[in-house]
């Protein structure tokens, strides 16, 4: 394919020793020779090298900036184009000199993702790895990051591709046995799709059986603590951020602009919402009956529910028991160092046999068992051993759902003695669905959407 030649600044917007900005297209090196005075110019420079020179405005031939530049000739780049990459001091006004430089001189400035978008179109990546690209950089804990990369290098392609091959030989049979239906085949061609259908709908669920862990791994669980007025809510909360690794982030131009913070407890990264309403305001019970807080409460994956073990069982607990009833519920019973005065039976019969830890948050202790409850919770046995194939991305398991649903419907099609030419349809129809998660047959609209939730110069 062909296409314009694009730039970005590739490097995060901040102050740093380097920034650099990209070209790639077929004008990539063309357009960068105008700006750069070196020992050689851009063209006479072998591929995959990095050369010193400066760059200029070539209108006025003032010298904007000291760089050393890659030259990275196609197809063997991220893009497969020919790509540059300038190398300059890393300062905000420094790296936009630069970019401003080269769209002067006949670069487009790139859309989000339009790298990576390129990558793809170009062949050099499917869409599942495309994606897992965005995963990698996303990527908040060690887990997340070895998901994203094996997804990055195709395993789950492999996967698929596997699979799509099977029901591809069965349809190939089918069409054999259309074209000579003379040619007794029929039983030969039901039993040969039964035994691939089996054998798709198996590794199907394998698949999926991996999502559950998969998703939280790469979205993290959504957490709420909750409790009355001094129980210890900041207090668990400061102790969960400083013991593990706290990371906050931005996520602009979502639905709901919120800053969120993620701790990372034993691989399960915890996204804490609606912090700052905890730190801030002191009466969340009261705050139940606001409506937002209840949706809050109802999108949480995890509540962590905190009880005063020195203070007798209130009504209002027990309004807290009743609102998270049929939840991810951890108890915990704080203040361990003072007398206890809770009804702990009556808090064991109100928490319906879910996990329940006690902690004195004061002492510091009892936040590792805490730690390894919510680890169980949902990591019951830990994760997997590392050959196993993760699907982490929820647009993924949507479609490994509908090709398992389709090709169930097959299945039971040929038990019903249906003709093979209808049961084909499905068989195609999963083909179908299972090349949707690499990008074979999607639609340029789904394709835009996906590549504009990436990172500027990505
Ligand atoms: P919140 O209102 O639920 O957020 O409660 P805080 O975390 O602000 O704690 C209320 C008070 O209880 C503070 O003075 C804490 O120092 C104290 N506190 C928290 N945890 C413990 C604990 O385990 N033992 C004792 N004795 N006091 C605690």
């Not at 070895?146 to 492999?158: C, D, P, Y």
């Not at 928490?351 to 919510?374: F, H, K, M």
Request: net charge negative; charged share 25%; aromatic share 4%.
């Amino acid at each position: 394919m062909e296409f314009d030649t694009i730039a970005a600044v590739s490097t995060a917007l901040g102050e740093g020793a380097i920034g650099i900005v990209r070209l790639s297209g077929d004008e990539a090196i063309q357009i960068a020779d105008k700006i750069y005075i070196g020992k050689k110019s851009l063209q006479e420079v072998p591929s995959h090298t990095i050369v010193y020179g400066h760059l200029i405005d070539p209108k006025t031939q003032e010298r904007v900036e000291e760089a050393m530049v890659s030259v990275l000739r196609a197809p063997k780049t991220f893009t497969r184009e020919d790509v540059i990459e300038i190398n300059c001091h890393g300062g905000i006004m420094s790296v936009n000199r630069v970019l401003q430089l080269v769209l002067k001189n006949g670069a487009r400035l790139a859309e989000p993702g339009e790298f990576t978008k390129r990558a793809f179109l170009n062949g050099r990546i499917d869409l599942s790895q495309a994606e897992g690209v965005m995963d990698l950089i996303r990527a908040k804990t060690d887990k997340a990051m070895n998901i994203a990369l094996n997804q990055v290098e195709g395993r789950l392609s492999k996967k698929i591709q596997t699979l799509r091959q099977a029901l591809l030989e069965t349809v190939a049979n089918v069409e054999v046995n259309i074209d000579y239906p003379e040619y007794d085949a029929e039983t030969m061609t039901h039993d040969l799709l039964k035994t691939k259908a089996s054998f798709v709908i198996s590794e199907i669920e394998k698949l999926l059986q991996t999502a559950e862990q998969g998703k939280i791994v790469r979205e993290g669980l959504s957490t709420v603590i909750i409790g009355r007025p001094n129980v210890g809510k900041s207090s668990l909360l400061n102790s969960l951020v400083h013991e593990n690794k706290a990371i906050v982030t931005d996520i602009p131009g979502t639905t709901r602009d919120v800053i969120e913070e993620y701790v990372n407890v034993r691989g399960v990264p915890l996204r804490l919402v609606d912090t700052a309403g905890i730190r801030e305001t002191e009466d969340i019970v009261e705050r139940i009956g606001v409506e937002r807080s209840r949706q809050v409460l109802k999108e949480a994956e995890l509540i962590l529910l905190v009880l005063n073990n020195g203070d007798d069982l209130t009504d209002e607990d027990v309004a807290l028991f009743k609102a998270v009833e049929k939840m991810n519920v951890i108890v915990i019973v704080n203040k361990t160092d003072q007398e206890r005065k809770i009804d702990i039976e009556r808090v064991k019969h109100l928490n319906e046999g879910r996990p329940l830890v006690t902690t004195s948050l004061i002492e510091d202790s009892g936040v590792e068992d805490l730690e390894q409850a919510i680890a169980s919770l949902f990591f019951s046995g830990g994760l997997e051993a590392e050959d196993v194939t993760y699907v982490s991305n929820s647009r993924h398991i949507a479609l490994l759902e509908q090709s398992k649903s389709t090709i169930e419907d097959a299945m039971a099609a040929i038990d019903m003695g249906v003709p093979i030419d209808l049961v084909q349809i499905d068989v195609t129809r999963t083909w179908e669905l299972l090349g949707e998660i690499i990008g074979d047959s999607v639609q340029d609209s789904l394709l835009d959407q996906l590549f504009s939730q990436f990172c500027l110069g990505k």
